[in-house]
């Protein structure tokens, strides 16, 4: 144990900074354990929306690394977490990502929990059994309107307060209780999570791989190189900069607060936001740039709204249309595999086949994931060779790499020092 | 190794009384190797029985572990035990679950062994070589009236031959020498070999989820709180009690020892058997209760014989009716996963599609093999959860399952100590 | 560390002469870590052939254990090896077995790498970075007269100047560079790759598993027992050594070096090699003995040239014949899998259909792979099973097996003395 703590305090103090992670951080099974605890299990992870639950007894599963948390949705339209183990022999209570339920029964032997919680019967367990001691164990749950983040600790990050006091205005307006999710698709990536969030975190390697996602995104507002570019890159450059500026104080005069804020690695619970002008006819993550649901979010009656962009610390990133939502968490699953849960959310009074067309509505990032996805397990593969070194971030368009990496230091840092 | 040792010691000492185990004696790959090492190359394994090897140069495999175990008949109708590992150069001498040979040739190099086991011929090895010690390496195999048990260790459990002068009477009337495997399934179940047998051991998870065990079988004589029991229940119950009694006194009377003997923790090779009445027209673990077979067993001609039940620490359970036997061998394969092989005999003079009909015979045990499948797994994956902790065993429906893990934890204790 | 170096130590240092080896050696992950740092990564490995990068721009790559080496021939015909990681993010540059570029451009940021491994563009790396620090990491490389092998370490074994000096003559007059890849077979046996190896250095398990192999090739020729032969199989085996002898003496004189070198054990770049004569037609290793290819290799006018075989310690077997040559690397995936791969040559004028046909080339060796591979199943099974032991070798058949282990154990030895 000490020798396994002195391995990784090493890794985590020898870090060289504007650099990638030394490959132990990407393929040891030791480290992928102390991810787990120090990340996973006490940080703010991001699982799902409020619309997963929509009615009273309904039931999400959701897993981080070997925990199995139920999120559900009471007769009262409250939403709670619990741990999803019998408290009798320890049977999985429901093994489907989905269900519908009265109570929550254990197959095994019938013990029955409210949907609060409570142990309301246990057959055949004697007078001496004291069935209050006997509830399911809860979990941590908040929903930042609308959308739910869990912290698996007893003591879970106090920031999450400010964070949500501060996108809350942002995130409001695109009413995320009133969407359902029109589609969800599941992708393992075969590369450890840190890939994963690292490829989401830049924009670098768009142009060569992201042909659909180009279309609406302008690659410029992620970093460049001034320096590098020909005289008609600067005044594109130059053009989109103006247009954010403009956008920007046309977005906040209708009440749509667009301004970034940026604080990934400066606290426990790492954030960063953007409203970013999109190309073409600029009104969504389409391939025509055009609205994918005729029924738009919200009250919004005006289509060119950009996107506003939400990114936290360690496992999520959101893109708020003006039509609709995509929404992503990162789960790893060991090592060298991470799940990427993507949902795209629609109006819930949209019509599929009427008011939007599925294949429309998912076709960008459906074909970003699977780039990214490729991206992450070619990295993976390199991490595993003895020949791999730790290469350098551009300092133009790799710095919220950077950021994401040093705030996972500084998190396991402080893991480490405890 | 010490650190292992006092690990699994801490573990080992810690266990609470009348609740399940902790996490990792259902989840570590350190806890299993030290099952196997304790537990199973130590005990008295049930492997199969005499049918499996009906004739000479018959030759059954069975895996423990590691181990790959060849039982064979030789000419002279004694069944013997050898590792199924070449002494040359460590090939395994039979890959197939069964087989006929006249020797034991190696596919490598021809080494031929005679089938008590004597190197008979090793070609181009020179005249230094000395091939009487390099027979097969022999293993410790009893016959407890046609049932298999075999011992990996060199000084086998002595009190074997208790076990076997109490259960000879039991069993002998059955006569397993004389029937045939009508059927077998090789069934792996998703979790650890102790929730495997923790399942065997109680039947308060019938009710819910053996619809088709439960038509022969009565729920009632595995225990109940009397305290929960409607006036109903209580006269089914005190029904069910009175038919015990009646019918122990006509079987025994018949020559067929019925009562209950039960030591299952209270020595190394732990057993319990008891003749128990059926539901219904009392003859046969089938849908219709009746017999599956027209030929009985043995020297039978009443079919209303209960069912003679037999279970052995740590492996195995079998059910021995007027009709046919059903009989059950669990085998760790890993931490996570086990096999379950089960046998149906019938009279070995029987014939398929005339006498017994395999579909009828097979019908409640293979839907029940196949839900305690799915109830393992769910422990098991609730097991693995971090928010899993030990739970209380039922003082009324689960006193087997907690005298099997009684039996295990001081079986440990006594490993741990040599 | 110190505790896995002990261990190691007491395994290598208690290695019982003219024994197979203690299981460990074949199934422990720790022992086959150790394997590729100490031998892999340290020795001389056979990966390729010229022909299989004919072209400029033609890449290989070759994954030898966790590594991926790039083999790139350059707009010179120059033929180099790199590392398959890209220094930016570590992304492996090339995916595909084999490929042809005009640079080495990484998909994930478009940095690009000249054919001599310069990097020659990164964009948006900012002023201060300096390129000429991050170009590919070479790997050394060379051609034994067409044969590739290649060293991971920084300073390779010295003697493969002398190996190449002596196997020269033997090999030129087959000019490998002159042909090309008719076929080529990836199989993956289920075993150690010492199992692998120690299967091929010996033919005394080929009369009972080889019936296609042992058509062309005489099983005389690689030992037997003299004291255990009837008078029919002496006569034999005399006539086939007075073949031995004229034919040497033949080939020699037409300027074939024909005669055993054999220093299998006796050197860091462990090899033998000896030209064999072949039964029946004697022309090739084919099921009736001829000429699987009407054009000749290199200049050769008579077709009875015998076969040509050539070992190299730790990981490559070749035949050289007349009209073809056949030529395996086994490449370690795990502890208890091997990748052996297998490419048939033939001239490269040959006209597949017209001047060869593959099922004829490839039936031989593909069937002797497919029966190798069982076996070193078998071998793995059987070294799993805790009642293995170490088994004698044949001092009159096992001899190469035993130079074989001799060498692994004192090149194991060095590495743990280091």
Not at 56 to 77: E, H, Y
Not at 336 to 355: C, P, Q, S, Y
Request: hydrophobic fraction near 40%; include cysteine.
């Amino acid at each position: 144990m000490l020798d396994k703590q002195s391995a990784l305090e090493a890794l985590v103090h020898g870090r060289k900074p504007g650099h990638s992670l030394d490959a132990p951080f990407y393929t040891s099974a030791e480290v992928f354990d102390a991810d787990m605890e120090a990340i996973f299990y006490r940080h703010w992870i991001y699982v799902g929306v409020e619309p997963d639950v929509p009615e009273p007894g309904d039931v999400m599963t959701v897993n981080i690394g070997k925990a199995s948390v139920l999120i559900i949705r009471d007769d009262d339209m409250e939403i709670r977490a619990f741990h999803n183990v019998c408290r009798h022999r320890g049977a999985r209570l429901i093994d489907e990502e989905k269900a519908t339920v009265g109570n929550l029964v254990c197959r095994y032997h019938s013990w029955t929990y409210a949907l609060d919680g409570r142990l309301v019967h246990a057959p055949h367990m004697g007078a001496e059994f004291d069935a209050s001691c006997k509830g399911l164990k809860s979990v941590h749950l908040r929903s930042l309107e609308g959308l739910l983040f869990i912290c698996l600790t007893e003591e879970p990050p106090e920031d999450f307060d400010y964070v949500a006091a501060r996108m809350a205005p942002y995130i409001a307006p695109h009413k995320v209780r009133e969407t359902k999710i029109a589609y969800q698709s599941d992708l393992i990536e075969m590369g450890n999570w840190k890939l994963t969030i690292e490829n989401n975190r830049e924009c670098y390697h768009c142009e060569a791989n992201h042909p659909e996602l180009t279309v609406p995104l302008f690659a410029y507002g992620f970093g460049f190189s001034p320096e590098e570019m020909d005289p008609l890159d600067l005044e594109n450059a130059q053009r989109y900069e103006a247009l954010r500026k403009t956008s920007h104080a046309e977005w906040e005069n209708m009440g749509l607060p667009s301004h970034e804020i940026e604080e990934l690695d400066s606290r426990v619970t790492g954030f960063r936001t953007e409203r970013l002008p999109l190309d073409g006819n600029g009104e969504s993550h389409t391939m025509d740039t055009r609205a994918a649901c005729r029924i738009p979010l919200g009250a919004f009656s005006n289509a060119k709204l950009g996107g506003l962009s939400f990114w936290t610390q360690p496992n999520s990133w959101h893109h708020f249309l003006g039509d609709h939502i995509v929404t992503f968490s990162a789960l790893p699953l060991d090592e060298g595999r991470t799940l990427v849960r993507t949902k795209w959310l629609v109006n819930k009074d949209a019509v599929e086949g009427v008011d939007y067309d599925i294949a429309n509505l998912i076709e960008v990032w459906t074909a970003t994931n699977a780039q990214d996805s490729a991206l992450v397990q070619m990295c993976q593969q390199g991490a595993m060779n003895p020949a791999y070194e730790p290469g350098p971030y551009s300092p133009n368009t790799e710095m919220l790499v950077e950021k994401f990496i040093r705030w996972y230091i500084s998190r396991m840092t402080e893991y480490l020092a405890k």
